[in-house]
């Protein structure tokens, strides 16, 4: 069998080349993809008794006689050259290493948007518990649907969509629940909708309310979900008058809640809802504390503000303007000293000398409701970062309280699936 030299007699081949022996060619050679070098799998080595060279794979184990295939040096760039230990470094040419990219973010936003979250809803056996109590003696209550009222331009016009998305060149307009089947006094409104441009048109389902000089086509959509809701034609606790108008040319319908029609659009009917908005929670590391921004949109309110802090957007929820049955209100309060904090409580704080600001308010509900997530309303007045007193402050919280944060009380409200930044953004 062979033998292997000593190394002061016949020295392998190695990665960095630095031994060589006598008589063979250890110049690159060419071929057809450039310059080629040993695969960095095999070693040379000298067989005393038959004079001769031979090769071995140190990863097969393999040997032959044969000089195995050289290799463009390209091919050999994800050799992993560390594996044969100090000293035994591969040299594969000039090629300069590619920088690694850094994504660049001086305003901070990609970050705050990196830190949302959409929270988990309720379980089924919880809102089903909830549904027996806010709709006690009704058979199989329907939960609560979200209309989204977008509007765009050339010509004006709207869509209603039961969906956040919507394309750029749409703006939202505002927000309101309904019901997605019968319930008691509730009528059905039909959602149907027109091309070139795309608009939609919303009418009771007797129709008996269509402009009589509407003859534009209209259209139903495939999606059952998608072609209306229950609505009260009446007012009833905490809705609020939606109405709605339309003009020619092409026919459009938009709703609105003006007391009176625009110049040029003639007022068809109105129907009662509960109006509602989007919220967004925001973090700030350092120091802790936290923001909340209602609005569509949430601005310029995350990334880098003007004195240097991140605040990132957590999440974001719908919660009702008006008293809902079932629900209780929320007030937020802030102030700046001696930095930024909210206050979130079932009344605001009237005390001059704490300085609590009221900034805005919701409603949301006590118990679990289909399609709701569940939020804590948490409270602390020891630092985040030690066990000294610091100013109070609260936030709104998916998961349980930690370090010195504790649970005041809990909400449900309807969890957001996306933040935006700027409208059609």
Known sequence: ???ELDDDEHSALTHDFGDYEEGY??????????????????????????????????????????EPAWTPM??????????YGEGEEWVGGDEEEEEEEVDYDPSGVKQALAAFNVP????????????????????????FLRINVFEADNPSRESFRLTEGAPKEWRTKMVFYAFSHQMPNTVRYDISYGMNPFRNRLLPQKAASQAKRDI??????????????WAFPLHVTGSQLFNVDWTSGPDRYKITTNPQPEWQWTRCFNFFAYTANKFHVL????????????????????????????????????AFKTQVPGTNRYCIQQQYDPHYRTRIGMEPSQSASKGW????????FDTAMPGTCKLFAQ??????????????????????????????FAMYVFPASDVKITEGG
């Open 283 to 318: 973090e700030c590391k350092d120091p802790l504390c936290y923001k909340i921004v209602e609005g569509h949109t949430v601005g310029g309110a995350i990334g880098l503000d003007e004195n240097g802090d991140q605040w990132d957007c957590i999440l974001a929820f719908y």
């Open 379 to 408: 409270y602390t007045v020891r630092s985040t970062e030690a066990y000294s007193l610091s100013a109070e402050q609260f936030r709104l919280y998916l998961k349980d309280p930690w370090g010195q944060w504790e649970n005041k």
């Open 1 to 3: 069998m062979a033998n």
């Open 74 to 83: 390209g091919e050999t760039a994800d050799y992993d050259y560390d594996q």
């Open 357 to 364: 600001l009221d900034h805005t308010e919701f409603y949301a």
């Open 120 to 143: 988990p809803l309720v379980p089924k056996r919880w809102t089903d518990f909830g549904q027996k109590i806010l709709f006690h003696g009704i058979d199989n209550p329907s939960p």
């Open 25 to 66: 060619d250890y110049e690159g050679k060419e071929g057809e993809g450039g310059e080629l070098v040993p695969h960095p799998d095999w070693e040379r080595h000298f067989d005393d008794e038959s004079q001769s060279a031979y090769f071995y794979n140190t990863k097969t184990g393999e040997t032959t006689w044969d």
């Open 216 to 229: 534009s086509k209209w259209n139903v959509s495939r999606k059952a979900e998608e072609t209306g809701f």
